[in-house]
């Protein structure tokens, strides 16, 4: 059975002209002032048509967003694979099974993130046959889709594997992987290639700034947070 990346294309990354328009969503982000900040000199000409209502939903912001002129960023941008619990999002309490809520940082490191890499889900969450999902995690973890900033998840597409994460990566791309739990196999997977020095182990559930660590660890970091 070939791996998983290579049913997708390397590194768990879909071509062609639908996929390509998930990065122009970065546009979005220009809405907020933030947003620009985070990205200076990626912006050009965004256009928003007005939704029927002055709240409109999620699913009528994401659809009734058209993005005239955007510069699309690069494939040749290494691939960053995101865990999500215990990384993006941490636990209320100790418990295996409580509920969870936004980790600090989160946003902001979604908006750096999504702007110099190529992200993947990397997450129980995304697997297939998992009905959770990325976005209803982050909405039901405290997350204001409503703000167009988080229309960076729509950015972020779930990496290919149904046993192993490892499955999902290509060990000869430029790639960087972030997870609050690597199993042993994962570990192991790693030093067979040579590459454990691409995984960044951090848990948001034990350090608040987990991903201010994370961040400083990945190339070209300049990280400016609050």
């Given at each position: 059975?070939a791996?998983?990346?290579?049913?997708?294309?390397?590194g768990?990354?879909?071509?062609g002209?639908?996929?390509?328009r998930r990065?122009?969503?970065?546009?979005k982000?220009?809405?907020?002032?933030?947003g620009?900040?985070?990205?200076?000199g990626?912006?050009?000409?965004?256009?928003?048509?007005?939704?029927?209502?002055?709240?409109?939903?999620?699913?009528?912001?994401?659809?009734?967003?058209?993005?005239v002129?955007?510069?699309?960023?690069?494939?040749?941008l290494?691939f960053?694979y995101?865990?999500?619990d215990?990384?993006?999002?941490?636990?209320r309490?100790?418990g295996m099974?409580?509920?969870?809520?936004?980790a600090p940082?989160?946003?902001?490191f979604?908006?750096?993130?999504t702007?110099?890499f190529?992200?993947r889900?990397?997450?129980?969450?995304?697997r297939?046959?998992f009905?959770?999902?990325?976005?209803?995690?982050?909405?039901?973890?405290?997350a204001?889709?409503?703000?167009p900033?988080?229309?960076?998840v729509?950015?972020?597409?779930?990496a290919?594997?149904r046993?192993?994460?490892?499955?999902?990566?290509?060990?000869?791309?430029?790639f960087?992987?972030?997870?609050?739990?690597?199993?042993?196999h994962?570990?192991?997977?790693l030093h067979?290639h040579?590459?454990q020095?691409?995984?960044?182990?951090?848990?948001s559930?034990?350090d608040?700034d987990?991903?201010v660590?994370?961040k400083?660890?990945?190339?070209?970091?300049?990280?400016?947070?609050?």
């Open positions: 059975m791996p998983a990346y290579e049913k997708m294309g390397v768990g990354h879909r071509s002209p639908q996929h390509r990065r122009e969503l970065h546009s982000l220009a809405a907020s002032p933030a620009v900040a985070a990205h200076p990626l912006w050009s000409v965004v256009v928003t048509r007005a939704a029927p209502s002055s709240c409109p939903t999620p699913s009528t912001a994401r659809s009734n967003t058209a993005v002129a955007a510069r699309l960023m690069p494939d040749n290494p960053l995101l865990d999500i215990g990384v993006l999002l941490r636990r309490h100790t099974f409580d509920g969870f809520e936004l940082h989160c946003l902001d979604l908006i750096w993130a702007s110099r190529r992200c889900w990397l997450s129980m969450r995304c297939p046959g009905l959770d999902g990325s976005r209803r995690a982050f909405v039901q973890a405290g204001r889709i409503s703000d900033r988080w229309a960076v729509n950015l972020i597409e779930p290919a594997w046993v192993e994460k490892t499955e999902a990566i290509d060990p000869a791309s430029d960087w992987w972030i997870d609050d739990n690597p199993s042993e994962d570990r192991d997977w067979a040579n590459r020095d691409r995984l960044i182990e951090v848990s559930d034990r608040p987990a991903l660590h994370a400083s660890r990945l190339p070209g970091a300049r990280w400016r947070s609050g």
